[in-house]
């Protein structure tokens, strides 16, 4: 039954946002592959964000012309479905090429990626890439070699150190320590050489000398004048 020319119009304008959004598109022949093997092969699209879309030639080829692309007829040859990769522009081409090692009608054609259209062999090149989240994991094993490395560098010497100190103590008479030395006696303290300079100029009081002495020798002397005059 002949689609309805409004209708053709929704699934043009549905297949232009695809062509937009997708990082890359790739055409596939699916011809003679059974309801189960399509099945299974959009839902392993799925979980990678991609889509296997059915429409006719004439549509798929005026959506690339709308986004400024020519799709050559023998990209779009046979019985063709469109595989829009939303995220990875790897991950479409690769799943078809898995695919098709199993299921053997199953072809893929060229496709578009950066505003290009790709042939063929462009797509199995593409479809040959590590995907985004391998380059990922291989990036992130790049970035921690240099740190376990880093890490064994500076553990083995304090790992080698350890074990010579435990072979050292294994050697030893049980119950003997290592001597631990002494800690050094602190000089006397040194009296300040003002103070013993003092000291040592300070003369010595004798009894004669002393001002009391003195004093006493006035006082008796004072009161035998006072005698005598009385």
């Not at 062999?121 to 921690?144: G, H, I, Q, T, V």
């Amino acid at each position: 039954m002949p689609i309805t020319k409004q209708k053709k119009e929704e699934i043009l304008q549905e297949l232009n946002e695809k062509f937009k959004n997708a990082k890359s598109v790739a055409f596939g022949q699916y011809a003679g592959m059974t309801v189960e093997e399509l099945s299974n092969m959009r839902r392993e699209m799925r979980e990678s964000n991609v889509e296997f879309k059915v429409a006719k030639k004439t549509l798929l080829k005026l959506a690339a012309k709308e986004n400024g692309l020519e799709l050559p007829n023998e990209v779009v040859e046979g019985t063709v479905g469109a595989v829009f990769s939303y995220d990875d522009p790897s991950v479409g081409p690769k799943i078809v090429k898995d695919t098709s090692k199993k299921v053997k009608v199953l072809q893929l054609m060229g496709g578009i990626m950066d505003g290009a259209v790709l042939s063929v062999a462009d797509m199995n090149e593409l479809a040959s890439l590590p995907s985004r989240d391998m380059l990922l994991a291989k990036f992130m094993m790049m970035m921690r070699a240099p740190l376990t490395q880093f890490h064994g560098a500076i553990s083995s010497p304090l790992s080698s150190f350890a074990r010579a100190m435990k072979a050292y103590a294994e050697q030893m008479p049980a119950g003997e320590a290592p001597a631990t030395p002494e800690p050094a006696a602190a000089p006397a303290e040194e009296a300040p050489a003002e103070v013993a300079r003092e000291e040592a100029e300070t003369p010595e009081v004798t009894p004669e000398e002393s001002p009391e002495t003195d004093t006493s020798a006035e006082a008796e002397e004072a009161a035998g004048d006072e005698s005598t005059e009385s």
